[in-house]
């Protein structure tokens, strides 16, 4: 089975910072990576696929990069609705993992 | 407008089955794989089952397999996971979601998620 490790999984910010969130997933993956947000008692909402393209809707402060086993989300200048929990989910091979979250709170 | 319905959830004891059902509406949904994806109360979120369009192949995590099974009814655009054997560590919010894959162009992801429906399993 392919792990993802993310780290860190806590995160405190600032409104306004530039922050990055990573993925290694445990052999290679190509870009067989997508990103998730998700809010407490919502479901999971996509951001990020093939590791770099941006959902449609997804603002662009959002950006996504890597390729292999090494995969990174940037939120160039977090605003206040964007404090929430991260999750990357490859799709290289079953099982379908997800990264364990990144849990990102106002500081 | 895609949207995905979960129902069937329920506080049930260990041992029993349950069976899950998705509502699909807003996309040709016999042109997708579609998946089941769960979330244990303050967990992170755990792959469940997959199913290809026509229902031929299914996909299963380790910790389901045997007990679950994924089916879906493309004339009724409802997809449904069955549960047997239940434990107490199946509880959790399960979610319905559409999975958008295109091996020709190498894009994978899952675009949309129901709002997932609880199972407690609990004596």
């Known amino acids: 089975d392919i792990q993802l490790a993310q780290s860190p999984s806590f995160l405190s910010a600032f409104v306004g910072d530039r922050v990055t969130i990573t993925c290694r997933a445990s052999?290679?993956?190509?870009?067989?990576l997508a990103w998730y947000q998700q809010k407490p008692g919502k479901a999971p909402k996509l951001l990020i696929y093939?590791?770099?393209t941006l959902q449609s809707g997804v603002p662009s402060r959002f950006s996504g990069s890597g390729s292999g086993t090494e995969f990174t989300l940037t939120i160039s200048s977090l605003q206040p609705e964007d404090f929430a929990t991260y999750y990357c989910?490859?799709?290289?091979?079953?099982?379908?993992?997800f990264g364990q979250g990144t849990r990102l709170e106002i500081k | 407008e895609v949207q995905l319905v979960e129902s069937g959830g329920g506080l049930v004891q260990p041992g029993v089955s349950l069976r899950l059902s998705c509502a699909a509406s807003?996309?040709?949904?016999?042109?997708?794989?579609m998946s089941w994806v769960r979330q244990a109360p303050g967990k992170g979120l755990e792959w469940v089952a997959n199913?290809?369009?026509?229902?031929?192949?299914?996909y299963y995590a380790d910790s389901v397999k045997g007990r679950f099974t994924i089916s879906r009814d493309n004339a009724q655009n409802s997809l449904y996971l069955q549960m047997n054997s239940l434990r107490v560590d199946d509880t959790a919010v399960y979610y319905c979601?559409?999975?958008?894959?295109?091996?020709?162009?190498?894009?994978?992801?899952?675009?949309?998620w129901g709002q997932g429906t609880l199972v407690t399993v609990s004596s």
């Open positions: 979601a559409r999975y958008f894959r295109s091996p020709a162009d190498s894009l994978y992801y899952v675009d949309y």
């Open positions: 807003g996309f040709t949904f016999s042109s997708f794989f």
């Open positions: 199913i290809k369009q026509d229902g031929s192949d299914k």
């Open positions: 052999q290679g993956i190509n870009n067989y």
């Open positions: 093939a590791a770099s």
């Open positions: 989910q490859q799709f290289k091979s079953y099982p379908l993992t």
